[in-house]
């Protein structure tokens, strides 16, 4: 893979940049990063993950590899979910990564791989601030001789997502016997897949409500596992779809949805924290038992948009109850209706107004995701 952003003055590009270019892509700066925003029509992009499978580049996202003795205790602490929860080789684990004041510097993926070793993905955005986060706590543990954690960015590999209804199975067809150990996978679990030419890690996970994999390979593999799922059916997505996927399932975006002023329990995010055991410490537990005992000033809701217009993030909702804001909005292809994500006064209800241009219009409270297997979940 080509150096990180952080080393460069241009974009960075992916191991996939010329088959973007060849299938059309339209391409734009994202976090450091020269990415496909779509090829052609974001609204046909979505509805061909909703509906069949499709797949994207996020070769932009950070693989870290952290290993050594006491790295299980390490994560407990450093994590606001408890990795001794994950005991079986490839299981995964969603997380927040906190500051003291329970605020979010990320939300991340990590895998269990063996008693001292595990896999995290975290985001292209946050990338720096990340890795220094990370590895100021373990330089602290380690000079603490609580343990001996190495930490290794895998820069030498990159990632492809294929997503939909039908993902796995022409995934399957694509790859053949490259995959056979990712067939009996279940939800959020992973495999270390040895094919001929190196190493697939293949997870049952994604960012789009949909079924399907994302394969972490090596980067000169990248564009010959690209043509195969081009070639089996597998249309390529960019950006543009991948967020209002995202956002019909009802999935947080870190820097709109989240940061590190905005803690997981006013993320809808507090199934993500173990309190649970009450010995375990981990950074921010304090700030976030004190908010948990007071309760939340506010709540992340779904909105749907009852007027004509476009809900976009950063715009202000109006309840009975005090004013919120939209975190991020968008047009919902499944829905045919506009929808967002806000963060609004815990007390409020079903019914509240969003000031759009000036006008205050219509808008309905509801329980996100907003759909699921391809099919609205409202009227």
Known sequence: MSSSPSATLSPARTPLY??????????????????????????EEHHQVRNDAGMFDV????????????????????LANDVARIQTPGKALYSCLLNERGGVIDDLII???????????VNAATRDKDLAWVRQQALNANNNKKCNVEIHERDDLAMIAVQGPNAR??????????????????????????DSKGNLFVARTGYTGEDGYEIILP?????????????SGVKPIGLGARDTLRLEAGMNLYGQDMDEDI????????????FTPEERDF???????????????NKLVGLILEDRGVLRAHQKVITEHGEGETTSGSFSPTLGKS???????????????????????????????FARKGKSLFD
């Open 263 to 274: 803690s997981p329990l006013e993320a809808g995010l507090s199934w993500t924290v173990a």
């Open 283 to 297: 950074i921010g537990r304090a700030a976030l038992t004190q908010q948990k005992t007071d309760g939340p000033a």
């Open 111 to 121: 895998y269990f791989m063996a008693e001292d070793r595990y896999r995290m993905v």
């Open 18 to 43: 010329a088959q973007h270019l060849v299938a059309g892509a339209k391409m734009v700066d994202f976090a450091g990063w020269k990415m496909p925003i779509h090829y052609g029509s974001q609204l």
């Open 169 to 194: 199975d022409k995934a399957h067809a694509a790859l053949g016997t490259d995959i056979d150990a990712a067939r009996e996978l279940k939800p959020f679990f992973a495999a270390d897949c040895n």
């Open 59 to 78: 070769s932009h996202m950070v693989v870290l590899d952290l290993t050594g003795s006491g790295i299980t205790d390490f994560l407990r602490y450093l």
């Open 339 to 369: 929808i967002a994500l806000a963060r609004v006064p815990t007390a409020a209800t079903e019914h509240c107004q969003v000031e759009i241009r000036g006008k205050q219009l219509a808008a309905r409270i509801v329980k996100y995701p």
């Open 219 to 231: 980067a000169e593999q990248a564009g010959a596992t690209w043509e195969a799922l081009l070639a």
